[in-house]
């Protein structure tokens, strides 16, 4: 699954620590999310695409290799 | 296109009407069985003198002597004499007290939350648990036939405490690598 997080983030002007907090994850959560490290939960999904009032697959999207 | 987040959209749950808000808020709810975070540094004050206990106890047969009682056995095999069953008998009980000691506080440091305890943690545990679990097996596979007699009941007296041990390992090495990022 690859994502747009960070520049999601970047169109926001957020740094991973300010997302981290309205999320209430860690930090280091979010740097593994966008680094494509961990396959996040859906509700941590709709956590995030709610705090950048987006659809969640605009965020997330799912790679050949996933099907 | 509709947004879920902020629609008023009502799903029917458990034969109630809620918002998507309502199932979010529902879900946040899970239940995690984790001791609270202060029970970490209780642990590491208990384990520091069990550990000492232990050494002295296994290398020096170190005993209370006013650790002398009468206690209630389900099963008594003694070395020289007939099994007994649901009696009262006479035993020091340092030994026992530093095995719970032992547990305890590996069990504390083991399952207590960290500061943060997200998601990613909870998966990292999860893995943890599962790699402790099979090296843990792998090592007393090894010693099953490798170690004999009274080499064995050593690995056994271990074994009680190893997998939590090796979880503990595990673990707290893949939070410093994941802090390290």
């Known amino acids: 699954m690859k994502n747009s997080l960070k520049v999601e983030r970047a169109k926001k002007d ?12 860690s930090r280091q959560t979010i740097n593994a999310i966008e680094s494509g490290d961990y396959n996040l939960s859906t509700i941590l999904a709709l956590k995030i695409s709610k705090v950048f009032q987006v659809n969640v697959n605009e965020i997330f999207l799912l790679e050949n290799k996933d099907l | 296109m509709v947004n879920f987040t902020k629609s008023k959209v009502y799903f029917t749950l458990c034969k109630k009407k809620c918002t998507f808000e309502d199932i979010i808020k529902t879900l946040r709810m899970k239940t995690n069985y984790l001791l609270p975070q202060k029970f970490k540094t209780i642990g590491i004050a208990m384990l520091v003198p069990t550990l000492l206990m232990a050494v002295l106890f296994l290398f020096y047969d170190f005993e209370f002597p006013f650790l002398d009682f009468r206690v209630f056995s389900i099963i ?40 943060v305890e997200d998601e990613l943690v909870a998966n990292i545990r999860l893995k943890s ?50 802090n390290r990022k």
Request: hydrophobic share 60%.
């Open chain 2, 76 to 115: 008594n095999d003694p070395i020289m004499g007939d099994t007994e069953h649901f009696k009262f008998i006479e035993d020091n009980i340092t030994n026992e007290l530093i095995a719970v000691f032992a547990i305890l506080s590996l069990v504390f440091i083991a399952f207590s939350k960290r500061k």
């Open chain 2, 129 to 178: 648990l599962l790699g402790a679990t099979y090296i843990n097996y792998l090592v007393l596979l090894f010693c099953i036939l490798f170690f004999y007699n009274f080499t064995f009941l050593w690995v056994m007296m271990f074994n009680m405490f190893t997998l939590l041990l090796f979880f503990i390992i595990h673990f707290n090495f893949k939070m410093i690598q994941l």
């Open chain 1, 14 to 25: 957020m740094t991973q620590a300010e997302l981290a907090k309205l999320v209430n994850v």
